[in-house]
Every structure is written in structure tokens, then in C-alpha cells.
């Protein structure tokens, strides 16, 4: 088994690297053809740093292992918000840009209902099992493309964009670049798959809990170190924005392209999961109320957190019991 960690962990470390080399090589080349940098930030970036998500989660769907991919984007999505903004929160309180309060947070809590929509309504003819059908998967794109320029609109309108991760390498070595980090997240994503099933069955774990601990987790730790480092520089005012937009990203865009693929079935069970997602997104909007006004307290840092780690602990009971 000792060989099956180091692979999975290598899985996990070509992801992340791969990733960076993918958006700094294709967004040094659209760079190179002109295109805006306003529009490479909102569309080649967020694409790239979405990259790895999105590659386990085609490889888990067309090999057989759609507990692994959903379990993936769910766990991520109750990371980013529990884990990654209440960890930032409480090294510093968090200030909430108002567009993001007005806009992204209530389209994140719009997309995990759809999702949780979506899903359930196969339970009538499937007879208890819930699933993404190719139809469900254009759907989500469909609303995932109406983000996308809507955001783009927005940008426009107030020209604000971080621009530090648009690559500026000359065509060839972008290309490479790009090259190498496409090989790489298949590399990388292939690792993590068989490894992470090869290790939930070795320690009697099902595939959907190391997809909503191990691997949700995981893929969201360059967002904790992203968002740790600025919290630490006093610059933690992007914080909430990518978080929630990479979760904008899983469930409308990772999830519509994997189903759209190869329809991703999941147990009924997973309704919890999906509400504890709907439970985190509506919890960040109360603490936009209920607290000091654009911020995310210490305090609420540790609600955040407490609650994080009190799902852990149920999803460990009830794998411990199902298996």
C-alpha cells in the first residue's frame, strides 16, 4: 500500500502543478493574440485553476467511479466555503466585496439547488437512485455560460480584475508550457483515481467518502494556500469571490461537462451531502446579516469550522455503518 500513497500524493502534486503551467501557458498565448486581459483572467484562468476538479472528475466518470466524481465536487464545494473561509477568517476577518454579497454568493446557493433539483428528479423513475442524465449536464452548462457572461459584463463595467496569474512567455514556450500541463493533469488525474479506489477499498471506505474528504479536500488546497497567504498579507478581500466562484465553476461547469460525458448515477444518501452544500452557502449569507456588515468575523471563522469538522465526524459514522 506504501506505493499506492506515494502515488496518490504525486497524483495530487502534478494536479497543482499542471494547472499553474496550463493557465500560465494558455493565458501567456491569448495574451500573445490579444486578447484582453480582463477577458483571459474571467475565462482561460478560472478555466485552468479548474482544471484539476474537472479532469478527475471526467476520468472517475467515464472509468466506472461516479460515487468518486460527485463525492469530489461535493467535498470540495463544503471545503471551499467551511474549511478554506473559516481557516482565512480566522487568521483575519475577511472583507466581502458587495458584488460578490449581491451576486456570486446568491448564484453559488442558486446553483447547489438546481443541482439538488436536477438530481431528484429521477427518484420517481429510477426508484431511489439520484443521478445527472446528458440532459441534466447541458442544462447546467446552459446556466454555467449565462454566468460567464454575466460576469464578463460586470468586469467590464467596473474593469477590476486581478491580472497576477496571466502568463506573459513567448509562443513557444507557452505552448510547451500548456503541452505539459495538459499531460500532466491527465497524468495526475489518472493517479488519484485508481489510487484513491484502490485505498478506500484497502481501509473499507467507500469511493464517495475518500471523494468527499481525501479528494474534495485535496483539490481545494491551493485555494487554502492562496487564500491563508493574502489573508496573511493583509489582502483578503479576493478571498470570498474565488471561493465562490470556483464553487460556481464545480457544480455548473465540472459537473455538466462529466454528466454530459458519461451520466453520473449516486446514492440517495448523497441529499445530505447536497444540503449540507445548500446549508454552507445560506449560513455565508447570514453571516453577511447577521454580522458586521461585508465581513466574515473570527468568530464566524470558527462556526465555520466547528461545523466542518462535525461533518467529517457524521461522514465517518456513516461509512463506518454502511460498510
Known amino acids: 500500500m506504501i506505493i499506492e500513497y506515494i502515488l496518490f500524493i504525486l497524483g495530487f502534486i502534478a494536479l497543482i502543478y499542471s494547472a499553474k503551467w496550463l493557465v500560465e501557458g494558455s493565458s501567456s498565448l491569448a495574451k500573445n493574440f490579444n486578447i484582453p486581459d480582463l477577458i483571459i483572467g474571467l475565462t482561460v484562468v478560472a478555466f485552468g485553476t479548474s482544471a484539476p476538479e474537472l479532469i478527475i472528475n471526467v476520468i472517475a466518470g467515464v472509468t466506472g467511479k461516479p460515487d468518486l466524481a460527485i463525492g469530489n465536487i461535493i467535498g470540495s464545494n463544503i ?10 477568517a480566522i487568521i483575519m476577518q475577511i472583507p466581502v466585496q458587495k458584488s ?23 427518484l420517481l423513475e429510477d426508484k431511489g437512485i439520484l443521478g445527472l442524465s446528458q440532459i441534466d449536464g447541458l442544462i ?5 455560460f449565462l454566468f460567464l457572461l454575466y460576469i464578463i ?3 467590464k463595467q467596473n474593469q477590476d480584475i486581478d491580472s497576477e496569474e496571466i502568463g506573459d512567455l513567448p509562443n513557444g514556450k507557452a505552448l510547451i508550457y500548456s503541452l505539459i500541463g ?16 484502490i485505498i478506500a477499498k484497502a481501509w473499507g471506505f467507500s469511493e464517495t467518502f475518500i471523494g468527499l474528504t481525501v479528494v474534495g479536500i485535496g483539490t481545494s488546497l491551493p485555494e ?13 478581500d479576493i478571498a470570498v469571490g474565488n471561493v465562490v466562484g470556483s464553487n460556481i465553476f464545480n457544480i455548473l461547469w465540472v459537473l455538466g461537462v462529466t454528466s454530459t460525458i458519461s451520466p453520473l448515477p449516486f446514492s440517495v444518501l448523497s441529499n445530505i451531502d447536497i444540503l449540507v452544500i ?13 454580522g458586521r456588515k461585508y465581513t466574515i468575523d473570527r468568530w464566524q471563522g470558527f462556526v465555520f469550522v466547528i461545523f466542518y469538522i462535525l461533518y467529517l465526524t457524521y461522514l465517518v459514522g456513516r461509512d463506518t455503518h454502511l460498510t
Open 182 to 197: 495538459i499531460s500532466g493533469l491527465f497524468l495526475g488525474g489518472n493517479l488519484v483515481v485508481d489510487n484513491a479506489s
Open 140 to 144: 447546467l452548462i446552459f446556466f454555467f
Open 224 to 236: 487554502l494556500v492562496t487564500s491563508a497567504i493574502a489573508a496573511l498579507k493583509r489582502n483578503a
Open 278 to 290: 445548500i446549508f454552507s452557502s445560506t449560513l455565508l449569507i447570514l453571516f453577511m446579516i447577521i
Open 79 to 88: 471545503a471551499n466555503i467551511m474549511l478554506i473561509l473559516g481557516t482565512t
Open 153 to 155: 459584463y460586470m468586469a
Open 100 to 122: 460578490t454579497i449581491l451576486s456570486e454568493i446568491p448564484f453559488s446557493l442558486a446553483a447547489a439547488l438546481l443541482f439538488g433539483f436536477l438530481a431528484n428528479t429521477h
